[in-house]
């Protein structure tokens, strides 16, 4: 694969970039290259609501974050061979019918599941956790609020809008925005955490140390993998 920059600009992680093509592309040829037939999901509990807590963050922290959220629309891959354009297009198949009548339109099942691919794999996140986490905070809503007031897919608070975006909080039911947030924001959690990701889930959840919201994003977790994959769990 070839790869874009993205990787020098995001905060703290060493994520790797993610290389590069035309996005409505591989929407619409991605499905005929997938194998079909994946089995969906059964429904899911209640959504958690999401209540990150406001932090101090030093100067080169908070500009850092906010160059990660503040680049551009992500492209979309371009893959070294057909072996690895088969591999992805099978994921994104899978997942897309894993999904199913949570997102009833399927172009648009494929476009949340290919720029939730590009933020967590930018970020360097497991692309089942951050599944995981988006079942467990809003059941993939895109226009989810929480009582404390977190929007959006990856429920993010209004605060980080002001902290390292542009203040506009009314971004954060964008789909793309919202899922970039997400991913910056849980890689910071886990930097800030030692790697240790049930300290940094309890974090983002704004529950620091209690087992209930990391071990319900695990168990979502299960769902997301291929079967081929593991936790270890």
């Excluded at 999901?41 to 990660?68: H, I, M, N, P, Y």
Aim: with cysteine; proline share 4%; net charge positive.
């Amino acid at each position: 694969m070839t790869f874009e920059k993205d990787a020098d600009i995001f905060p703290l992680a060493g994520a790797p970039a993610v290389p590069v093509c035309n996005r409505r592309q591989l929407l619409t040829g991605s499905l005929g290259l997938a194998a079909a037939g994946a089995l969906g999901l059964g429904a899911s509990s209640a959504a958690w609501a999401g209540a990150q807590k406001e932090e101090f963050l030093v100067d080169s922290v908070r500009t850092a974050l906010s160059a990660a959220i503040s680049n551009t629309a992500p492209p979309v891959p371009v893959f070294r061979d057909r072996k690895a354009q088969l591999e992805y297009a099978y994921w994104l198949t899978t997942m897309s019918a894993r999904i199913g009548n949570r997102m009833v339109d399927e172009l648009s099942r494929q476009e949340f599941l290919q720029t939730m691919w590009y933020e967590a794999t930018r970020a360097g996140l497991e692309l089942s956790l951050v599944l995981g986490l988006i079942q467990v905070e809003s059941n993939f809503r895109k226009y989810a609020i929480s009582h404390a007031g977190a929007r959006g897919l990856m429920q993010v608070m209004p605060f980080w809008a002001r902290v390292i975006g542009d203040g506009d909080a009314g971004k954060l039911f964008h789909m793309q925005t919202n899922l970039r947030f997400g991913c910056v924001i849980l890689r910071h959690y886990l930097y800030r955490e030692d790697g240790n990701m049930y300290m940094a889930l309890g974090r983002y959840n704004g529950s620091r140390g209690k087992p209930q919201y990391p071990n319900a994003v695990f168990s979502a977790q299960q769902k997301w993998l291929l079967p081929v994959e593991s936790t270890g769990s």
